[in-house]
């Protein structure tokens, strides 16, 4: 399974141009009109221009059929909770699938102003399988697939629905834009976490190598 989730990483990121030049997601995801509505959004609130300052990141985007809850967040919330969606580093399943622990914490761009909102919660079920979750949401997302990715420096994922943070989107809101469920195996149960970088120490050398 990860020779074929690397195979994979390796065919984007060699079909993507200017691997040392800066994040441009609106590139990446030109030709995917499945999250046409998801790069609007980040293109509007000039989120993509924050994230094409960064060193490494990860793009959380959700496709069409799900980004609904999205378009019911107020305009001056949208942002954050956009910027809720980016991981300052560098992950793709295999880096998360060989943390020492099934559980972490992942620091968002949020994390420079709000160290207990600038995070999400990771975890993966017996089967395998990923999911994230927003401080305080009762929903989870499934981490579906790879999108696009250079690798050590960007990687954008699926996952199956919006990471609305009850705290984040404020009283009344939260309840009126939250997404539900994933469906299939496990429930997304977070247990206490440990950081990202207590769970990767020893996964770098594992990760996937850019291709030129």
């Known amino acids: 399974m990860a020779s074929k989730i690397l195979l994979a990483l390796l ?41 094409s300052r960064l060193k490494s990141a990860s793009v959380l985007v959700v496709p069409e059929r799900s980004v609904k809850p999205l378009l019911s967040v107020p305009a001056e919330k949208l942002r954050t909770i956009l910027q809720h969606h980016v ?43 990923m999911y994230l979750r927003s401080p305080g949401a009762d929903s989870v997302a499934k981490l579906v697939k790879v999108v696009a990715a250079r690798p050590f420096v960007v990687s954008i994922m699926e996952i199956s629905t919006p990471l609305l943070c009850p705290k984040l989107l404020g009283p009344g809101i939260a309840a009126g834009a939250g ?7 496990g429930k997304g149960k977070i247990v206490k976490t440990m950081s990202a970088e207590e769970g990767a120490s020893d996964v770098a050398a594992s990760a996937p190598t ?3």
Not at 16 to 21: D, E, V
Not at 96 to 110: D, F, H, I, R
Not at 179 to 185: H, I, L
Request: glycine letters at 8%.
């Open 11 to 51: 065919l984007l990121a060699a079909a993507t141009p200017g691997s040392l030049a800066a994040i441009d997601v609106a590139q990446m995801l030109a030709n995917k009109p499945q999250y046409a509505t998801f790069l609007r959004l980040l293109t509007q609130t000039k989120v993509a221009e924050d994230v």
């Open 87 to 129: 991981l300052i580093k560098y992950f793709d399943p295999i880096q998360l699938g060989e943390m020492k622990t099934s559980v972490a914490k992942l620091e968002t761009m949020l994390s420079n102003t709000d160290k207990n909102m600038g995070t999400i919660d990771y975890s993966k079920d017996k089967d395998g399988q």
């Open 210 to 212: 850019a291709s030129a």
């Open 179 to 185: 997404g539900g469920r994933p469906r299939g195996k």
